[in-house]
């Protein structure tokens, strides 16, 4: 069991940023490959960034690559997505997920814990 808890969602105008958190309530996450999805609404969930168990390997869609940026806090046991240049279709509801593998997917169906997600949107 792996409860993910993300935090750090809200509304905020276009062109701003906003910084989601995932915890694993306070544990490490060991060996597991994080990864950030987004559902909005009538449409499948999509793969928004991961960052390998290290720390090391980062992978970003390629609808937020330059304004996203994942990374992983060891120290604090968090994922971090900054999300800067924000725009109205990035509103959704933004999930953390957990993969335990050291290879990376960007397909939903591989992750195997999931949070409660945490909405983000964005007004234009």
């Known amino acids: 069991q792996m409860p993910l808890v993300e935090s750090g969602g809200g509304l905020v105008q276009a062109g701003g940023s906003l910084r989601l958190s995932c915890s694993a309530s306070?544990?490490?996450?060991?060996?597991?490959?994080i990864g950030w999805f987004r559902q909005a609404p009538g449409k499948e969930r999509e793969f928004v960034a991961s960052?390998?168990?290290?720390?090391?390997?980062?992978y970003v869609a390629d609808s937020v690559k330059g304004r996203f940026t994942i990374s992983k806090d060891n120290t604090e046991n968090t994922v971090n997505l900054q999300m800067n240049s924000l725009k109205s279709e990035d509103t959704a509801i933004y999930y953390c997920?957990?993969?335990?593998?050291?290879?990376?997917?960007?397909?939903?169906?591989?992750?195997?814990?999931w949070g409660q997600g945490t909405q983000v949107t964005v007004s234009s």
């Open positions: 960052v390998s168990w290290s720390g090391v390997s980062t």
């Open positions: 997920a957990s993969r335990f593998s050291s290879v990376w997917s960007p397909k939903a169906s591989d992750y195997e814990y």
């Open positions: 306070g544990r490490s996450f060991g060996r597991n490959h």
